[in-house]
């Protein structure tokens, strides 16, 4: 009897379909140029504010309070908030992908320099609504970056008339809203089909060749389990191609997208619980979004489950853990494919490594998650001689090809 497939899908499918919906992309859309000068503008404008700030007060002071006074005042740019700002004065420049966008959320809710210890370039919230320190210990070694950008963050939201971020994590979720109305906008507006590309020929395309290159003989349906925000296809075509699909985070139509952080590195009673992914869908849920249906194939019926463009990234671990317990892929006869394209074509198998890379630092992951300790210690040996792992790489049609 012919099996079902799970295949689970993340921006590196859109990617593929020439969605321009990677960060870089949307990152330039938002921030022109003289927008990126003005938040520059502020890193050695802030410093002379904080020793002027000092020497006037004596520390008793509040940053943003003191930048609303300041003379020089900087017009509200559209759609710009406070998680901009955060992630544009992270750590190591810009991010490139969206699961790094999510860690700088994480580092910024949960890192504490006082319990993990001092890093640079890291703004959290405990130093940005902590004491005012010193001049000195601003700009003193590893401390200097992490308090200095947190700061800096708080002086830059008042420049911009922003709401005040170290006011309470409240405004910091509000805010995060509001970038992911942002980002729904700009998303409705690339996939309206054009004369340049069709989003909607193509994904069309792409599932075609996904499902016709896993080599797997369990093709009578597929269910599709969505990390990203488009569904390309209307209900009748997914009908005729035998796919289910569900957006696991929201999607555009619903105007429900959701970003957050993984709920394995939260404690429940942390009021930064109310950034997991957990947490946001079961608001979601409870405010009408209907998933009473079960949607994931049975256990019996389940033949593989098929990963393409998704970074494994571990702000998603816990889907995988609970995709890998519901299917016992210790104990079962399911297969795993990750399928990979090779856009930079570069000739140095440069992307099979990284995927290899990620395949197997996931299978570690999870194996340290099982009950069993020699189970978690051998899963990704027992898989591979028993021939039921697969990372391979596909073609991709012409018409879409980025190479």
Known sequence: MAKQNLLVIG???????????????YFNSKFPENLKKSLDSLIPLFETFYFKSVDDNDLNFNVYSLGLEESTLYGVPDGINIWDLIIYYGIKGLPDKWSDVESRILEFLVYNPEIDGPKQNIPNFSQLKGPMQSSDKLFDGKE??????????NFAAAKFKLPNPSNSKGILLSELKKFEDHFTKYLLGLTNDDGSYSFTRNADELLHAIVNQAASSHTSSQAVLSFNYTTPLSSSELANMQMNWRNIHGQLADNNIIFGIDQNKIKVTDVAYQFTKTYRQLIEENGGTDHSNSFLPEKNKIGTIIFYGHSLSEADYSY??????????YGSEVEIT????????DGNNSLQQIQVLSVSELMKKYGQTMGNKDHGENLLHKLIIENRLEIKKIKVPTMIDLT
């Not at 921006?11 to 992309?25: E, V």
């Not at 200097?144 to 963050?153: E, G, K, P």
Request: one cysteine or more; proline letters at 0%; a negative charge.
């Open 11 to 25: 921006n590196g499918f859109d990617l593929t379909c020439r969605l321009k919906s990677s960060y870089t992309d």
């Open 144 to 153: 200097y970056s992490s308090y200095f950008y947190s700061q800096l963050i």
């Open 320 to 329: 995988f853990q609970s995709i890998f317990d519901y299917y016992d892929i």
């Open 338 to 345: 990750f399928l990979y394209h090779d856009y930079l074509n």
